[in-house]
C-alpha cells in the first residue's frame, strides 16, 4: 500500500517532477516525525528544516500542520480503497465473500499495528471535523465495494437493505479500530475477531 504523493489538501497542486519530489519529500518527513512523536507536536519550522526548504516554500504546499495531517490522511485511505476493492473483486459467493473480508480485516488491523503514522492519525480523527469527514466518506465508499460483493454472494438480497449494512459493518471496523489501539494487542485481538464473526454472521444473511 505505497502512498501516492498527490492531495486535494495540498495547497499547491505540484506539475512539475521537481515540485512533485519537493512535495513527496515534505510528506515523507512529516511522516517521519509523526512516527517519533506523533502529531501533537509536529512544527512546520522543523518540517521546512528537514525537507531542506524554506518555510515560505512549504507554505506554498501547506497552510497549516492540520493540512497535512488531511492529506496523509486522505492518501491512506485511497490506499486502503485500492487494496479493498481488489480484495472484494475476487468475492463471488458467500464463502469466497467470508474468506476475502475476513483477511482484510486482519490486514487492517495489522497495518495500524505497524505503522505508527496511521495509528497517530486515526486514532485522533476525532478530534478534528476534517479527519472524521474524510473517515465516514472512506466508509461510505468501502461500504459501496462491500455491499457489491455482498450482492454477488446474495444476488436476491435487498439492495438498499444490502447498502445500509455494508456501510454500517465497515464503520463499525473503524470503531473496532480504534477501541482495539486503545487495548494492549492480545485484548485489541479479541475485539477484532468478535468484529470479524459478528459481520460475518450479518452478512452471511443480509
Known sequence: ?????????ARRQPVQ???????GRILSVAEGLIAQHGSEPLKMSEIAALAGISIGSLYQYFPDKRSILRTLAEQYAADSRRCIDEALATAHDAA??????SSLVDQYH??????????????????DRELMAIELAESKACGVFLAAAIQRAHPKADAKRVGALAFLVW?????????ALAHKRSEGALLVEAYKRMSLQAMARP
Open 17 to 23: 517532477q521537481r515540485s512533485q519530489e519537493r512535495l
Open 110 to 127: 495489522a497495518i495500524f499495528l505497524d505503522n505508527p503514522v496511521r495509528r497517530d492519525i486515526i486514532s485522533g480523527m476525532r478530534a
Open 96 to 101: 469466497s465473500l467470508a474468506a476475502a473480508f
Open 171 to 179: 464503520q463499525l471496523g473503524e470503531e473496532t479500530m480504534r477501541l
Open 1 to 9: 500500500m505505497g502512498a501516492t504523493r498527490t492531495s486535494t489538501a
